[in-house]
Every structure is written in structure tokens, then in C-alpha cells.
């Protein structure tokens, strides 16, 4: 029993992490209608700044919080730089974009600071938190870093002047700039944001996976697998089918597949998801008339 309540925490652990990463892909998605293949590789390159500046000796916290910033800017100037010129082109062009963005942040972090995996801290005791032994102390501190921003994200959207306008740009652009509401900058604003995001999912990942540029292809999977399970354009579904994934990744993986299978978890959850339910649990079914 607590080898499985172990199993369990630490995918609700992994899951918060699938859930960052997933939401801020439903983020750019209701933005764009196009999927960011580039958000792993964002989120990595931002878990390479923190690293310099701890290795530099910053405290992990203020080297977290100069990361957020950071990612936040580079997530505007990505979206006014590279996106804003192709809003308007074919749906391939955007899609190529995205993933030369991807290749390109890639490259750079590889000729920056080498391929050689590098060990990331943690911010946690090393022990088991309260004597517990099913869970350990990065565990249970990635649970709360990530519940503490998805409920950050969370009262913004919902409470804020801000956060409601950058939803209405989001969902109906057109009758948002009839109001007065700047569409262009609420979309680059959301584009921050989700780099942000992001970029918290890599710096609580990264202690686990270890740091290297391709640290963040296999997270993303598991992203995408958790926004289609929870619905592609219904943020709280990608964060429910975060944790859900997480779960279940690691279940199956401990008890019927093994760990060297594991990655499989989330390619059969896209497929069977696209084939049974493609709006996902919580996402809009969307019927066009032709």
C-alpha cells in the first residue's frame, strides 16, 4: 500500500508539472487555434537562465522569480517578433514557424551551454517532509508550487479588469476591439504569460529529469496528452488532465508496462482521445455549419 500511495503522489507531483505545461498550451491555443510545439523548448531555455544565475549565486528563489520575468518578456517579444508577422498566413506557415522556433531555441541552448546534462537544485530539504517516507520533499514542494500558480492564474483571469480583457480577446477578438480593448497587446500579454508558466513547470521538472536542451520533449507529450484529455480550448479541463495523466503514467508504468514503456502512456491517450472523445472531458464541441 504505500509503494502504490507513493506511486500516487509522485504522479500528482509530475502531473502539477504536466498541468503548468498543458494549460499554457490551451493558453496559446485559444489565442492562435494552433498548438505551440515550441512551449517545451521555452520553458527549457528558461530553466537554463535560472541555472546561470545560480550558478552565478543567486538564492534559488530570486534566481526563480528574475526567471519568471524574464520568460514573461521573452515570451511578448517572441509573440510581437515572430508570430505577429504570419497571424494572418496559412495555417502550415504558422505551424513551420512554431517548429523552426522550436529547433531554433534548441540549437541555441545546445551551442550556449553544451549538451552535457547538468544537475539542477532543488529548493527542498533533501529528506522526506514531516517523517513522511511516501513522499519526498521536492514532491511535495513541486505539488505546492504548481497548485499555488494555477491558482494564481486562476484568480487573474477570473477577478482582474486585465485578465477578464485578455480573455475577451481570446474568445471573440472582434467584438473585444469594438469595446476598446487592445487585442493585439492582450494576445502578446497571454503569450507572456504562458511562457511563464512555462518557464515554472521546467524549473520544478528540471531537479527531476536533470537539465539538458532536450529535457522537455517528453514533459511536452505528456502536456499535450493532458490538454486533449481535458479539452484543447478549456483551461481548467488541461489542468485536471494534467494530475490525471501524471496518475496514471506513473501506475501504469510501476505496475503493467514498466518504466521503459511510459511514454507510450501518453501516445496511446492522444490517439484514443482524438478517436473517442476530440473535444476531451471539458472542451466545446464545436459544429460548423457547411
Request: glycine letters at 10%.
Amino acid at each position: 500500500m504505500d509503494a502504490f500511495l507513493h506511486q500516487v503522489i509522485a504522479g500528482l507531483a509530475t502531473g502539477g508539472i504536466y498541468a503548468s505545461l498543458a494549460l499554457a498550451l490551451v493558453m496559446i491555443h485559444n489565442a492562435t487555434r494552433l498548438v505551440n510545439f515550441a512551449q517545451g523548448e521555452m520553458a527549457m531555455f528558461a530553466t537554463y537562465l535560472c541555472w546561470t544565475m545560480i550558478q552565478a549565486g543567486w538564492p534559488y528563489w530570486i534566481a526563480f522569480a528574475a526567471t519568471i520575468v524574464l520568460s514573461f518578456v521573452l515570451g511578448i517579444a517572441i509573440e510581437r517578433i515572430v508570430i505577429r508577422p504570419v497571424e494572418r498566413a496559412p495555417v502550415l506557415t504558422t505551424v513551420v514557424v512554431f517548429i523552426g522556433l522550436l529547433l531554433i531555441l534548441n540549437s541555441v541552448a545546445g551551442w550556449i551551454f553544451s549538451y552535457t546534462i547538468k544537475s539542477f537544485p532543488s529548493p527542498f530539504p533533501s529528506g522526506p517532509p514531516f517523517g513522511l517516507h511516501i513522499v519526498s520533499s521536492h514532491e511535495l514542494g513541486a505539488i505546492s508550487v504548481t497548485l499555488l500558480v494555477l491558482l494564481l492564474v486562476f484568480l487573474f483571469f477570473r477577478f482582474t479588469p486585465l485578465g477578464l480583457a485578455m480573455r475577451a480577446a481570446a474568445q471573440n477578438p472582434d467584438s473585444s476591439r469594438l469595446v476598446g480593448i487592445r487585442v493585439g497587446w492582450m494576445l502578446a500579454l497571454g503569450w507572456g504569460l504562458a511562457a511563464a508558466i512555462g518557464a515554472t513547470a521546467g524549473m520544478m521538472v528540471a531537479p527531476i529529469v536533470f537539465l539538458e536542451p532536450n529535457m522537455m520533449t517528453g514533459v511536452l507529450l505528456y502536456a499535450f496528452a493532458a490538454a486533449l484529455l481535458g479539452g484543447i480550448d478549456s483551461p481548467g479541463g488541461a489542468v485536471v488532465g494534467g494530475f490525471i495523466v501524471g496518475v496514471l503514467e506513473n501506475i501504469v508504468g510501476a505496475y503493467l508496462i514498466g518504466t521503459e514503456l511510459k511514454l507510450t502512456v501518453a501516445l496511446v491517450l492522444i490517439v484514443g482521445v482524438l478517436v473517442v472523445k476530440p473535444a476531451g472531458l471539458f472542451g466545446r464541441v464545436i459544429v460548423q455549419r457547411v
